[in-house]
């Protein structure tokens, strides 16, 4: 008899390993109801960017960082905020974008009176590489989209050399 024989663990997903005779066990049936229940609900976030709460995801605003031979291009997607609202710095070569968003709705008619409040904030520090002009960044808010342009040097774009694939 192995180790192996006497866990009741699976290999797959920490599933509890069906062995004969197990159909009848009550509480291996218990247990890997529970471990799928488990295993489900944890896939979700596996699955998205984050768990939304009506304003931003859980794991923050979606952001994509693209890197070209002249710049360093940073777009987050911010729906239903102001400009005035985000705050943009730029630090040793770490951006930093942060925002909130405050929402509030009040609605008093003949029998009910309706009171919503939410509230969200995210904060997002983005490693830049060297060679970035921090003086000539730009930042746009346009559509619920935050664009920030970092320029690079023309120090760092002369340094970028391209390499010719071969086929082998």
Do not use: C, H
Request: aromatic residues 6%; proline residues 5%.
């Amino acid at each position: 008899m192995q180790i192996s024989d006497l866990i009741p663990w699976g290999r797959d997903r920490n599933e509890v390993a069906r062995q004969q005779g197990d159909g009848d066990n009550p509480l291996l049936n218990l247990q890997r109801d529970i471990n799928r229940v488990f295993d489900d609900f944890w896939s979700r976030f596996d699955r998205s960017a984050g768990v939304s709460n009506g304003l931003l995801s859980v794991t923050g605003p979606r952001t994509d960082v693209t890197e070209t031979d002249e710049a360093v291009d940073v777009s987050v997607e911010l729906p239903g905020m102001d400009e005035k609202d985000i705050d943009v710095s730029l630090s040793d070569d770490v951006l930093t974008i942060r925002g909130e968003k405050k929402a509030e709705r009040e609605e008093k008619k003949k029998g009910y009176y309706l009171a919503e409040r939410s509230y969200g904030s995210f904060y997002r520090s983005i490693p830049l590489p060297p060679g970035v002009d921090s003086e000539k960044a730009e930042a746009q808010f346009k559509k619920g989209v935050l664009t920030v342009t970092l320029p690079k040097t023309p120090e760092a774009q002369a340094k970028v050399r391209k390499i010719e694939v071969k086929a082998s």
